[in-house]
């Protein structure tokens, strides 16, 4: 009896024995062996374990919420800086200079003053991606509704300053007697309000705010509105290219008449049908990618394709300045006289054609 009792306990030793060196063998950093004990709310290591090891992960999530700002969305932030800083020279030469009161100045100040929100909307659009939490249904319609009113006033302008010139030439007589300053405000008015309806759409319920498989390549515009709008840009481009191909045989026509009599002004109808031209070719190449873009393209599109579209279409604001109102003589003096106090000889007897608004 007591042999058998002795050699149960050596039995029980000896397999204890092997249990704690099968058991001490393993890692005592195992993350099952970790886990099995932060489980039981009973140990009092525990906690301890647990605060020990939330430090070593709070900095790996940390690093993962930072978002990487995009080389695409630093370029559009410099482009609407340097847009945001030509316009608002341009309003300031037209607001402080008495005789650009013309009605012709009133279409140059409403494109100016489009073209400089749109410059605001493409800084402010960088500062809610990065700065701000887009995901606030309120931050990304103002940014949205921004940039569509802006945009589509500087369009809605530009088409405004073409009729100008064509009813400069085609009514060249009674030009000056039948249109009224009243008239360009009523003008300048009706495009302002249309442009803040398109605007006010999304905010209305004409976003992919719910429904992300219907948004467009410009998110949260629907994929049909984008095509609306691009269809509509795209009437408006057919509309000047006919006004223009109309400037151009009246332009011609007239130079033939008086090519005999003053010759100067044949070579000036000539350059002023090339600067024409070469306006149209502009706005064409800057605007015409992106509105056939948004026609064929949606949401699962690689964004880099919308980046390639929208830079170009927002340089054409950059241009803008240049074309219809740093080329024009009277703006030219004033800038002269604001920055030098003297005006250059040559801006004085250059003569004006309908080409210089």
């Known amino acids: 009896m007591v042999l058998s009792l002795a050699a149960a306990a050596a039995a029980m030793s000896s397999g204890g024995g092997n249990g704690f060196n099968s058991s001490s063998s393993l890692d005592p950093f195992d993350s099952s062996m970790s886990w099995s004990v932060s489980e039981d709310p009973s140990n009092s290591s525990s906690e301890s374990f647990l605060r020990t090891l939330s430090p070593d992960l709070q900095p790996a999530t940390t690093a993962g919420v930072v978002q990487e700002v995009s080389p695409w969305d630093i370029a559009l932030c410099v482009t609407g800086t340097l847009i945001s800083c030509e316009n608002a020279l341009v309003i300031a030469v037209l607001f402080y200079t008495p005789t650009l009161r013309a009605p012709m100045f009133i279409l140059i100040g409403s494109l100016a003053v489009s073209d400089l929100l749109a410059g605001l909307g493409l800084i402010l659009n960088f500062v809610f991606t990065y700065l701000i939490d887009k995901s606030v249904e309120f931050v990304t319609l103002l940014s949205v509704g921004l940039l569509i009113s802006a945009f589509s006033a500087s369009v809605f302008n530009i088409l405004a300053i073409t009729v100008d010139r064509y009813l400069s030439l085609y009514n060249a007589l009674t030009y000056h007697t039948e249109r009224t300053v009243?008239?360009?405000?009523?003008?300048?008015?009706?495009?302002?309000?249309?442009?803040?309806?398109?605007?006010?759409?999304?905010?209305?319920?004409?976003?992919?705010?719910?429904?992300?498989?219907?948004?467009?390549?410009?998110?949260?515009?629907?994929?049909?509105?984008?095509?609306?709008?691009?269809?509509?840009?795209?009437?408006?481009?057919?509309?000047?290219?006919?006004?223009?191909?109309?400037?151009?045989?009246?332009?011609?026509?007239?130079?033939?008449?008086?090519?005999?009599?003053?010759?100067?002004?044949?070579?000036?109808?000539?350059?002023?049908?090339?600067?024409?031209?070469?306006?149209?070719?502009?706005?064409?190449?800057?605007?015409?990618?992106?509105a056939l873009y948004s026609i064929v393209a949606d949401s699962s599109y690689p964004v880099i394709y919308t980046y390639a579209t929208v830079l170009p279409a927002t340089c054409c604001s950059v241009i803008n300045p240049v074309i219809y109102a740093f080329r024009n003589p009277d703006i030219q003096k004033s800038l002269w006289m604001a920055c030098c106090g003297c005006v250059p000889s040559n801006l004085s007897l250059r003569p004006r054609t309908s080409s210089d608004v």
Do not use: E
Not at 207 to 213: F, H, P, R, T
Not at 241 to 267: D, E, G, P, T
Not at 271 to 280: D, F, H, M, N, R
């Open 182 to 290: 009243t008239f360009t405000y009523m003008m300048v008015v009706f495009i302002w309000v249309t442009c803040f309806t398109l605007g006010l759409l999304p905010a209305l319920g004409w976003n992919c705010l719910k429904d992300s498989s219907t948004c467009s390549i410009c998110r949260p515009v629907t994929k049909n509105n984008a095509v609306v709008l691009a269809v509509t840009f795209l009437l408006v481009f057919a509309l000047m290219m006919q006004l223009y191909l109309q400037i151009c045989k009246i332009a011609f026509r007239h130079a033939q008449q008086i090519a005999v009599q003053h010759q100067f002004m044949a070579i000036s109808t000539t350059k002023g049908v090339s600067t024409l031209s070469a306006i149209l070719c502009a706005f064409g190449t800057c605007w015409l990618p992106f």
